[in-house]
Protein backbone atom coordinates (compact mmCIF):
# COMPACT_ATOMS: atom_id res chain seq x y z
CA UNK A 1 0.00 0.00 0.00
CA UNK A 2 1.10 3.38 -0.85
CA UNK A 3 1.76 6.01 2.39
CA UNK A 4 3.32 8.92 2.46
CA UNK A 5 5.18 10.21 6.06
CA UNK A 6 5.53 14.15 7.09
CA UNK A 7 7.92 13.66 9.62
CA UNK A 8 7.76 17.48 11.02
CA UNK A 9 3.87 17.98 12.51
CA UNK A 10 5.03 21.97 12.62
CA UNK A 11 8.08 24.31 11.44
CA UNK A 12 8.91 27.58 12.66
CA UNK A 13 11.37 29.41 9.97
CA UNK A 14 12.43 33.10 10.07
CA UNK A 15 11.25 35.33 7.28
CA UNK A 16 14.24 35.26 4.73
CA UNK A 17 15.90 31.89 6.12
CA UNK A 18 16.05 29.01 3.99
CA UNK A 19 12.88 26.10 4.39
CA UNK A 20 13.08 22.67 3.68
CA UNK A 21 10.09 20.80 4.50
CA UNK A 22 10.19 16.55 4.85
CA UNK A 23 8.61 14.04 2.91
CA UNK A 24 9.26 10.26 2.80
CA UNK A 25 6.68 7.77 0.65
CA UNK A 26 6.36 3.97 0.13
CA UNK A 27 5.32 2.90 -3.59
CA UNK A 28 5.28 -0.20 -5.30
CA UNK A 29 6.07 1.48 -8.59
CA UNK A 30 7.81 4.54 -10.04
CA UNK A 31 5.57 7.07 -8.10
CA UNK A 32 3.77 10.49 -9.06
CA UNK A 33 4.87 12.74 -6.51
CA UNK A 34 3.25 16.29 -5.51
CA UNK A 35 3.01 19.10 -2.92
CA UNK A 36 0.50 21.56 -2.32
CA UNK A 37 -0.52 24.00 -0.06
CA UNK A 38 -3.10 24.68 1.84
CA UNK A 39 -3.88 28.83 2.93
CA UNK A 40 -6.67 28.95 6.15
CA UNK A 41 -10.43 28.55 4.94
CA UNK A 42 -8.89 27.50 1.35
CA UNK A 43 -9.03 24.74 -0.71
CA UNK A 44 -4.76 23.22 -1.73
CA UNK A 45 -3.30 24.71 -4.27
CA UNK A 46 -0.47 22.49 -6.07
CA UNK A 47 3.23 23.86 -5.49
CA UNK A 48 5.05 21.31 -8.15
CA UNK A 49 4.97 17.78 -9.39
CA UNK A 50 7.09 15.27 -10.41
CA UNK A 51 5.96 12.10 -12.66
CA UNK A 52 9.61 11.72 -14.60
CA UNK A 53 12.87 13.37 -15.98
CA UNK A 54 15.25 15.41 -13.98
CA UNK A 55 15.24 14.89 -10.43
CA UNK A 56 15.12 18.80 -9.24
CA UNK A 57 11.34 20.26 -9.78
CA UNK A 58 10.64 23.70 -9.80
CA UNK A 59 7.23 25.45 -8.83
CA UNK A 60 5.49 28.03 -8.39
CA UNK A 61 5.64 30.76 -5.78
CA UNK A 62 9.76 30.21 -5.84
CA UNK A 63 9.51 26.63 -4.47
CA UNK A 64 11.60 23.69 -5.56
CA UNK A 65 11.70 20.19 -4.46
CA UNK A 66 14.22 17.01 -5.32
CA UNK A 67 13.42 13.41 -6.20
CA UNK A 68 15.50 10.85 -4.65
CA UNK A 69 14.80 7.23 -5.57
CA UNK A 70 17.66 5.90 -3.17
CA UNK A 71 15.94 7.89 -0.10
CA UNK A 72 12.10 7.88 -1.17
CA UNK A 73 11.95 10.87 -0.33
CA UNK A 74 10.53 14.55 -2.39
CA UNK A 75 11.95 17.14 0.18
CA UNK A 76 10.08 20.66 -0.50
CA UNK A 77 12.72 23.24 -0.68
CA UNK A 78 12.64 27.51 -0.93
CA UNK A 79 15.94 29.65 -0.12
CA UNK A 80 13.74 32.32 1.61
CA UNK A 81 10.69 32.04 3.30
CA UNK A 82 8.51 35.05 2.92
CA UNK A 83 5.33 35.70 5.76
CA UNK A 84 3.01 34.66 2.92
CA UNK A 85 4.26 31.46 3.02
CA UNK A 86 3.00 30.72 5.90
CA UNK A 87 0.37 27.73 5.42
CA UNK A 88 0.41 23.85 6.05
CA UNK A 89 1.95 21.62 3.40
CA UNK A 90 0.98 18.43 1.95
CA UNK A 91 3.16 15.76 0.13
CA UNK A 92 1.63 13.61 -2.15
CA UNK A 93 1.99 9.76 -3.67
CA UNK A 94 0.16 8.51 -6.54
CA UNK A 95 -0.89 6.48 -9.99
CA UNK A 96 -2.56 6.75 -12.54
CA UNK A 97 -5.90 7.41 -10.31
CA UNK A 98 -5.84 8.30 -6.67
CA UNK A 99 -3.40 10.47 -4.32
CA UNK A 100 -2.33 9.24 -0.73
CA UNK A 101 -1.90 12.47 1.81
CA UNK A 102 0.52 12.89 4.38
CA UNK A 103 -1.00 14.30 7.09
CA UNK A 104 0.88 17.51 6.39
CA UNK A 105 3.17 20.36 8.32
CA UNK A 106 2.52 23.87 9.46
CA UNK A 107 4.46 26.40 8.49
CA UNK A 108 4.77 29.51 11.13
CA UNK A 109 7.07 32.28 9.80
CA UNK A 110 8.24 34.40 12.52
CA UNK A 111 9.59 37.89 11.95
CA UNK B 1 -12.29 28.07 -16.16
CA UNK B 2 -13.76 28.72 -12.64
CA UNK B 3 -11.90 26.10 -11.35
CA UNK B 4 -14.02 23.39 -8.76
CA UNK B 5 -16.95 24.80 -7.28
CA UNK B 6 -18.43 23.80 -3.96
CA UNK B 7 -21.59 24.35 -2.68
CA UNK B 8 -22.30 25.43 0.35
CA UNK B 9 -19.20 26.53 1.19
CA UNK B 10 -20.74 26.54 5.01
CA UNK B 11 -23.35 24.54 6.12
CA UNK B 12 -24.61 24.07 10.07
CA UNK B 13 -27.33 21.14 10.86
CA UNK B 14 -28.48 19.46 13.71
CA UNK B 15 -27.64 15.82 14.52
CA UNK B 16 -30.20 13.31 12.15
CA UNK B 17 -30.87 15.74 9.53
CA UNK B 18 -29.86 14.90 6.20
CA UNK B 19 -26.93 16.80 4.60
CA UNK B 20 -26.00 17.35 0.70
CA UNK B 21 -22.58 18.63 -0.37
CA UNK B 22 -22.26 19.48 -3.86
CA UNK B 23 -19.46 19.74 -6.59
CA UNK B 24 -19.29 20.83 -10.00
CA UNK B 25 -15.47 19.38 -11.73
CA UNK B 26 -13.60 21.30 -14.29
CA UNK B 27 -14.75 21.19 -17.59
CA UNK B 28 -13.39 18.34 -19.48
CA UNK B 29 -11.73 16.62 -16.35
CA UNK B 30 -12.73 13.09 -16.04
CA UNK B 31 -11.83 12.29 -12.96
CA UNK B 32 -13.57 13.00 -9.25
CA UNK B 33 -12.88 12.98 -5.74
CA UNK B 34 -14.35 13.49 -2.38
CA UNK B 35 -12.08 14.03 0.86
CA UNK B 36 -13.04 15.08 4.57
CA UNK B 37 -10.56 16.37 6.48
CA UNK B 38 -10.40 16.69 10.33
CA UNK B 39 -6.94 17.78 12.66
CA UNK B 40 -7.20 13.98 13.71
CA UNK B 41 -7.37 11.85 10.63
CA UNK B 42 -5.83 14.30 7.91
CA UNK B 43 -6.84 14.70 4.47
CA UNK B 44 -8.93 11.32 3.68
CA UNK B 45 -10.60 10.02 0.25
CA UNK B 46 -13.80 9.16 0.22
CA UNK B 47 -14.75 8.30 -2.92
CA UNK B 48 -13.56 8.53 -6.47
CA UNK B 49 -15.41 8.82 -10.01
CA UNK B 50 -13.66 8.05 -13.36
CA UNK B 51 -16.40 9.05 -16.25
CA UNK B 52 -18.76 8.75 -13.87
CA UNK B 53 -18.73 5.59 -12.56
CA UNK B 54 -17.86 5.23 -9.09
CA UNK B 55 -14.31 3.50 -8.87
CA UNK B 56 -13.39 3.27 -5.17
CA UNK B 57 -15.61 3.98 -2.20
CA UNK B 58 -13.55 1.98 0.08
CA UNK B 59 -13.09 5.27 2.18
CA UNK B 60 -16.59 5.97 2.25
CA UNK B 61 -16.99 5.72 6.30
CA UNK B 62 -20.68 4.03 6.92
CA UNK B 63 -24.06 3.44 4.93
CA UNK B 64 -24.72 6.97 5.84
CA UNK B 65 -22.41 8.17 3.37
CA UNK B 66 -23.49 8.08 -0.21
CA UNK B 67 -22.19 10.00 -3.32
CA UNK B 68 -23.34 10.23 -6.64
CA UNK B 69 -22.38 11.65 -10.22
CA UNK B 70 -25.23 11.75 -12.50
CA UNK B 71 -23.37 13.58 -15.44
CA UNK B 72 -19.83 14.39 -16.08
CA UNK B 73 -20.38 18.17 -14.47
CA UNK B 74 -22.10 17.53 -11.25
CA UNK B 75 -21.71 15.11 -8.34
CA UNK B 76 -23.22 15.12 -4.89
CA UNK B 77 -22.23 14.16 -1.36
CA UNK B 78 -24.99 13.17 0.93
CA UNK B 79 -25.12 12.23 4.24
CA UNK B 80 -28.30 10.98 6.22
CA UNK B 81 -28.84 10.95 9.02
CA UNK B 82 -25.76 13.29 9.75
CA UNK B 83 -24.14 12.93 13.18
CA UNK B 84 -21.78 15.47 15.24
CA UNK B 85 -18.16 13.02 14.11
CA UNK B 86 -19.25 13.76 10.80
CA UNK B 87 -18.05 18.02 11.40
CA UNK B 88 -14.98 18.44 8.88
CA UNK B 89 -14.05 20.07 5.52
CA UNK B 90 -15.31 18.28 2.84
CA UNK B 91 -12.94 19.02 -0.08
CA UNK B 92 -14.53 17.69 -4.24
CA UNK B 93 -11.28 17.82 -6.38
CA UNK B 94 -11.38 16.91 -10.34
CA UNK B 95 -8.57 15.70 -12.44
CA UNK B 96 -7.87 14.98 -16.01
CA UNK B 97 -6.15 11.24 -15.45
CA UNK B 98 -4.56 11.03 -18.98
CA UNK B 99 -1.77 8.19 -17.31
CA UNK B 100 0.90 11.09 -17.97
CA UNK B 101 -0.81 13.47 -15.62
CA UNK B 102 -3.23 13.39 -12.54
CA UNK B 103 -2.81 16.23 -10.91
CA UNK B 104 -5.96 17.03 -8.58
CA UNK B 105 -7.46 20.69 -8.43
CA UNK B 106 -9.32 21.06 -5.01
CA UNK B 107 -12.12 23.11 -4.56
CA UNK B 108 -12.91 25.23 -1.98
CA UNK B 109 -14.37 22.83 0.35
CA UNK B 110 -17.77 22.93 2.51
CA UNK B 111 -16.85 23.26 6.21
CA UNK B 112 -19.89 21.08 7.62
CA UNK B 113 -20.63 21.44 11.67
CA UNK B 114 -23.26 18.68 12.91
CA UNK B 115 -24.87 20.24 16.13
Known amino acids: AQSVTQPDIHITVSEGASLELRCNYSYGATPYLFWYVQSPGQGLQLLLKYFSGDTLVQGIKGFEAEFKRSQSSFNLRKPSVHWSDAAEYFCAVGGYSTLTFGKGTMLLVSP | DAGVIQSPRHEVTEMGQEVTLRCKPI?????LFWYRQTMMRGLELLIY????????DSGMPEDRFSAKMPNASFSTLKIQPSEPRDSAVYFC?????????????FGPGTRLTVL
Open chain 2, 27 to 31: SGHNS
Open chain 2, 49 to 56: FNNNVPID
Open chain 2, 93 to 105: ASSFSSGTDNEQF
